[in-house]
Structure formats: structure tokens, C-alpha cells
């Protein structure tokens, strides 16, 4: 009778282990369904205006896409410093949509080669979000000794 039990006790803890197995098993196989994401792309991030004069109003346009497959959401556009500004923009991107986005620098306090960026903050899960201006500030008359 022993006998009899432990045979049909190890069957039974056999099978179940087996099945187990088997659910794990599917669950790995199985790929979770990834939500549509939106993507934000900028065809050219950076933009060099070569040599301006000190006191200059530059300009440039950017171009912004959503690559994606779910709306892009425009929380924040985020200039490092003052002396940037960005116009109005398009808040919110479907899917495949462009939007142009216009950064306008001051070069009045500045002089020398300069580097400025402005932060595109979005529902994007992407490390590229950054809009670059350089080049190099010059007075227009130097200074007499």
C-alpha cells in the first residue's frame, strides 16, 4: 500500500511539475504586447551660423517629427539660457506629423565661439531631444587701446 502511494504521490508531483515547466516556459516564449510609443526625431539637431557680429538677432528653423505610432506631446522647450528664445510651436504631433520649430538668439552679451542648446521635453522615450545653435560671436569694431 506504501508502495502504491508513493508511486501514485510521484506521478502526480511529476506531472505537476511538468506543467509548471510548461506554463514558464510559454510565459518566456510569449512576448509581451508593447504599447505605440511616440518618437521624436529632428532631421539636422544642430545648426552653426559660422561668424555673426556681437549685437546679431540670429534665426534658425528647425524641423521636429513624430516617428512614431502614438501622439507626441510637446511638454516643454527648454533654452539653456536667455539669451534664446523659441517661438510658438506645435504642442501636440500625430503620428508621422512634422512641425517646424524657430530658436531666435541674442548675441549681445556674447562674444567668442559659442555652443547653445535647447531641451525638447516630450512623452518621447529618446536621449536625442536637444536643438543646437553655434559659432563664433565677433565685435564689430574692436575696442581702441
Excluded at 517629427?65 to 517661438?87: D, F, W
Excluded at 555652443?115 to 564689430?140: C, F, M, R
Amino acid at each position: 500500500m506504501k508502495t502504491l502511494l508513493l508511486v501514485v504521490l510521484s506521478t502526480f508531483l511529476g506531472a505537476a511539475s511538468f506543467a509548471a515547466g510548461t506554463a514558464n516556459e510559454a510565459a518566456r516564449t510569449e512576448s509581451p504586447k508593447e504599447e505605440p510609443r511616440p518618437e521624436l526625431s529632428i532631421a539636422a539637431s544642430r545648426y552653426s551660423w559660422g561668424t555673426a557680429f556681437r549685437g546679431e538677432r540670429l534665426e534658425h528653423t528647425f524641423v521636429i517629427k513624430n516617428s512614431g505610432m502614438a501622439p507626441l506631446i510637446i511638454e516643454e522647450v527648454k533654452p539653456q539660457c536667455g539669451c534664446t528664445v523659441a517661438a510658438e510651436y506645435e504642442k501636440t504631433l500625430q503620428p508621422g506629423q512634422s512641425t517646424s520649430l524657430s530658436l531666435t538668439l541674442e548675441t549681445g552679451a556674447l562674444s567668442g565661439q559659442k555652443e547653445k542648446y535647447t531641451q525638447i521635453i516630450s512623452n518621447a522615450l529618446t536621449e536625442d531631444n536637444k536643438l543646437w545653435l553655434e559659432g563664433e560671436i565677433v565685435e564689430l569694431l574692436p575696442p581702441d587701446p
